[in-house]
Each structure stands twice: as structure tokens, then as C-alpha cells.
């Protein structure tokens, strides 16, 4: 098996603890827009993917759907840095990962704007040579695009990387694109949910992924 020098990771679930963010920002898009509520499951059954994907049912109406995006982004961004927090052990571990060596990127549904203020909030921007977005491909997760995109931009071979995700989305896009697929069990997901997605490992802890990675 070709040795793992490229490591690729997800963002919301997987890097920073923003699940609860998300949730609360779906839910008061709907209350906005006088919409009938949705779940938490409802919502959380598209998590990692973009939110177009996500109010897909208001595609039909496109003044309407930017208005609900709009809206999301506006609730969202008021509220992000006060409660998003990376989730323990992370920034330790992908900083080491870093020096090790590895090669590293970011490829998320976000667009790219709100992950790097992600990434700057938790100290991890400069641990990151790239960042793929949803505003950067033309098919978002679960398409392999955008995998692909950083595979490309990095200059590296699909049988040498890995794509570190919490949700099926991440791994199915992951496999797509031919990696090797990881998938964490600190966010919102258990085995249970993410087993049908046959990741190539499982990872219980942050330090888990040290360990795989033998260094």
C-alpha cells in the first residue's frame, strides 16, 4: 500500500465543534421565513453538504432560496465566534501532522470565506496549504470534485492521501475520488450512521490519527 503523505480533512464536525451553530442557524432560518420547523435529524442528515443542497425543496423559488441563505449566513456569522471552539486535541494534532511533514488541505461545503474564519478562530489557517470550498467546484460532497480539486492543486496522487470526515458525505466523496477514508467519531455522527459509508478507518480520538499515521 502506497505510504499516506497527504492528509485532508473536513471542517463543521470534524476540526471545529460548530454542529449545534448550524442547527440553530436552519432553525431560525425557517422560524424567519415562516416556514414549517424541521428537525434536528431533518437538518442533520445533510450536514457536509452545501446549503443549497440543503433548501433544495425552495429551488424553485431562487429569490426566495437566497433570501433563506441569506438570512442563514447573516444568523451565523453573528453568532460564530462567540460558539464555535475546535474540539479537543485537534489543533495539537493537526500541528504535528504538520511538521511531520505531511502534506495538508481543507475540503469543505462551506464556501471559503466563512471555513478560513473557521480555521483563523481556532488557530489552524497557517496549518493548511490549501482550502477547497463549495464556492470553488462545480459539484460539492458527495461528488468527488471536490477531493479531486485538492488533489490537483497539491500535486499529489489520490493512492497517497487521506480524507478525514465526520459524515457519509465526506466518505462517500472521499472513495470517489480514490483516497483512503477516515471517519471521526467526536461529531455528531456514531458508527451506527457512518458504518453503510465503509470508511477505511475509524477514529476515535484526534490522537488516533497520530497513531495511524505512525509518527
Known amino acids: 500500500m502506497v505510504k499516506l503523505t497527504t492528509i485532508l480533512f ?19 432560518t425557517l422560524e424567519r421565513h415562516g416556514e414549517e420547523p424541521r428537525t434536528d ?10 446549503l443549497r443542497v440543503q433548501f433544495k425543496q425552495w429551488a424553485g423559488n431562487p429569490e426566495r432560496l437566497e433570501a433563506m441563505i ?25 500541528r504535528a501532522i504538520r511538521a511531520a511533514g505531511f502534506r495538508t488541505g481543507l475540503v469543505t461545503s462551506k464556501n471559503k470565506p466563512g471555513a478560513l474564519r473557521g480555521l483563523r478562530l481556532v488557530g489552524l489557517e497557517d496549518a493548511m496549504e490549501l482550502v477547497i470550498g463549495a464556492d470553488d467546484v462545480v459539484n460539492p460532497k458527495p461528488h468527488p470534485e471536490p477531493v479531486e480539486a485538492a488533489l490537483r492543486q497539491l500535486g499529489v496522487t489520490a493512492a497517497s492521501a487521506l480524507y478525514v470526515g465526520d459524515s457519509i458525505h465526506d466518505m462517500e466523496s ?4 480514490g483516497v483512503r477514508t477516515a471517519a471521526v467519531l467526536w461529531g455528531p455522527f456514531g458508527r451506527e450512521h457512518l458504518e453503510g459509508s465503509a470508511p477505511d478507518y475509524w477514529l476515535e480520538t484526534p490522537h488516533d490519527l497520530r497513531t495511524l499515521l505512525e509518527f
Open 41 to 50: 435529524d431533518f437538518w442533520l442528515a445533510g450536514l457536509g453538504t452545501p
Open 174 to 177: 472521499g472513495r470517489a475520488a
Open 70 to 94: 441569506g438570512t442563514y449566513r447573516e444568523y451565523n456569522l453573528a453568532h460564530h465566534d462567540s460558539r464555535i471552539t475546535a474540539y479537543p486535541g485537534v489543533v495539537e494534532v493537526v
Open 10 to 28: 473536513d471542517l463543521d464536525g470534524t476540526l471545529i465543534d460548530s454542529v449545534r451553530l448550524i442547527l440553530d442557524s436552519y432553525h431560525h
